[in-house]
């Protein structure tokens, strides 16, 4: 007897027929003695579908009000799953993210959590009601709803495990774990038993959107007892830990993401401090910057090119142009055009050569890097857009990750 958390997401909400296979995992597990708390994703697409209905009115909609409104497709699945779990004869009670004490900070569209009140989620496990909470919602300071960034729902439950010491977190999706890569795109991708905390955290963070980055560090902070797995198959997941037992495999997994844009500053002077304006004014602007490549200096001029996310491009040239001045360059200019692809592994740091296979991959499918990063557990290249999926498979079979 214990408490588990299990949270799903939106594919296995989507219709009556998948709120009921989900109503019988989370009723075996309450019938087996537990309390349960379960965190649910809005149904299917309905996020997408009311952002765009947002987008039919305003261009540049309130953040306000477009968290008022994506909070309500998780309040239409979590009262669903109540009554269908009603219907099949057990207690249920759903409660909106501020009915169960989820309170965040103020930044609408992307809230972090600030402290989570348990009392009336532990109150209704007390009279033996399963829990369910809407996912990616909280509340402000002001009284107002905020939601975690898109995918925030695995952070509102691993959250909830971790504030009511959670004996298990299970994130419930539509594939069987967390694999070497994304199934959907190279097919022989292999499903992993076991991931540490850390390179889940890299790959969620480099495009992996099995689990939302924040969820990941999160159940590392807190040591959450995390597991992935499917809500239709029913097989055995993948548990995220701290160490694993699989000895340094080279690479664990690619990710990719197209969310990203680079900027290139050229002509700048070649002198010191130049570096820092730049990146400390982006900082500054809470604007998170990525690859960085620095040109060899050539009659006294440098150029510095970077990566940033696609969303906060427009942001990062305001600041570059409105302080020209200050940096002091020839020319700015700017795509959006290109993917990032990642390998990542713990045992990196001590084989050499990984990141020349991955390189020799890219070249076998004629694929030209245009910036590389790399780190102790992660290699990262800016590719064309569009040709990251190939990337992803020619790495995918180089490595043998099957
Ligand atoms: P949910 O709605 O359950 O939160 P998501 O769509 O957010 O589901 O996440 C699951 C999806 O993540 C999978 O369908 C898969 O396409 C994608 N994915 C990306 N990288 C991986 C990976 N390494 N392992 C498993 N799934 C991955
Ligand atoms: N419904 C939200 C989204 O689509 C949150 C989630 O699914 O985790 O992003
Ligand atoms: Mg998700």
């Known amino acids: 007897m214990g408490l588990v958390v299990q949270k799903f997401g939106g594919s296995s909400v989507k219709d009556a027929e998948c709120l009921r296979r989900v109503a019988g995992i989370i009723t075996n597990t309450y019938k087996a003695g537990n309390n349960v708390i379960v965190v649910v994703s809005a149904q299917g697409d309905t996020t997408d579908d009311l952002i765009e209905k947002a987008k039919e009115i305003s261009k540049n909609p309130s953040k306000r009000e477009m968290d008022m409104l994506l909070t309500t497709g998780e309040q239409i699945s979590a009262s669903l799953l ?10 249920a009670i759903s409660l909106t993210g501020w009915q169960a004490g989820m309170m965040t900070n ?55 495990a971790a504030a009511c010491h959670a004996d298990l977190c299970e994130i419930y999706t539509d594939v069987d774990g967390v ?12 499903k992993l038993d076991e991931i540490s905390y850390d390179e889940m955290l890299e790959l969620a963070s480099l495009g992996a959107n099995v689990l939302h980055n924040r969820s990941v560090e999160l159940a590392k902070k ?22 694993t037992t699989v000895e340094s495999m080279m690479v664990r997994g690619i990710a990719k993401d197209n ?23 982006l ?56 993917s990032k692809v990642s390998i ?26 245009h910036m590389i990063a790399t780190s102790e557990i992660k290699v990262s290249v800016l590719i064309d857009e569009g040709l990251e999926n190939l990337a992803v498979r020619a790495i995918q079979d180089k490595f043998e990750l099957v």
Not at 118 to 140: S, W
Not at 181 to 189: E, Y
Not at 264 to 280: L, M, Q, V, W, Y
């Open 82 to 91: 109540a009554m269908t779990i009603a219907e099949m004869g057990y207690p």
């Open 106 to 160: 103020s930044t609408y569209s992307n809230s972090r959590i600030k402290k989570i009140n348990p009392e009336r989620i532990l109150a209704e496990l007390d009279k033996k009601n399963i829990v369910i909470v809407t996912g990616f919602q909280g509340i402000n300071k002001y009284d107002d709803m905020t939601t975690l960034g898109r995918g925030g729902s695995d952070t509102s439950a691993v959250a909830l």
């Open 222 to 243: 807190y040591n959450v007892n995390l597991c992935v797995r499917s809500s239709i198959t029913g097989a055995e997941g993948t548990i995220v830990k701290e160490v």
């Open 259 to 281: 969310d990203v844009a680079r900027i290139s500053i050229c002509h700048i002077e070649d002198t010191p401090g130049k570096a820092f304006r730049i990146f400390s004014l």
């Open 283 to 338: 900082a500054k602007h809470n604007i998170n910057v990525d690859i960085i490549l620095q040109s060899i200096g050539r009659e006294n001029t440098k150029d510095i090119s970077f990566t940033v996310n696609e969303g906060k491009l427009q942001e990062a040239l305001d600041i570059i142009e409105n302080n020209k001045d200050v940096i002091g360059y020839g020319e700015l200019s700017y795509t959006t055009e290109v």
């Open 179 to 190: 694999y070497t890569t994304d199934p959907r795109i190279a097919p022989n991708a292999k």
């Open 344 to 369: 990542v592994g713990a045992g990196m740091v001590t084989n050499p050569g990984v990141a020349a296979k991955m390189f020799e991959a890219l070249y076998d499918a004629s694929i030209n890097i």
